[in-house]
């Protein structure tokens, strides 16, 4: 057994991305999941061009304030607990 405990707040932010932006797979140890924690302002635009995944999944869950997730099938508005999953090969 293993056991890992991150202080998330204490990890580097990135330089390419136009809000905050910490990648927590690595301290934490992971190697099968990508685990990122995202910091915005209002109106301020998080990380990614339009783009999916050929195999992996991916999630986001919005601690507080919102989140509008552009697909096309329509755009997704995500309040504070709110989870969207995206499943390999959705574009988002």
């Known amino acids: 057994m293993g056991y890992r405990l991150v202080e ?3 990890v580097e932010t990135t330089d390419d991305r136009p809000c905050e932006m910490r990648r927590l797979a690595d301290p934490a140890g992971l190697e099968n999941v ?5 910091t915005a ?4 635009d998080v990380p990614l061009a339009y783009h999916y995944h050929d195999e ?15 697909t ?3 755009t997704f508005e995500l309040g504070p607990h ?6 390999p090969g959705s574009p988002q």
């Open 8 to 10: 998330t707040g204490s």
């Open 34 to 38: 990508a685990l990122n924690r995202f």
């Open 41 to 44: 302002e209002p109106g301020q």
């Open 56 to 70: 992996q999944e991916e999630a986001f869950y919005v601690l507080s304030g919102r989140l509008a997730v552009e």
């Open 72 to 74: 096309p099938e329509g």
């Open 82 to 87: 709110d989870l969207f999953a995206v499943d």
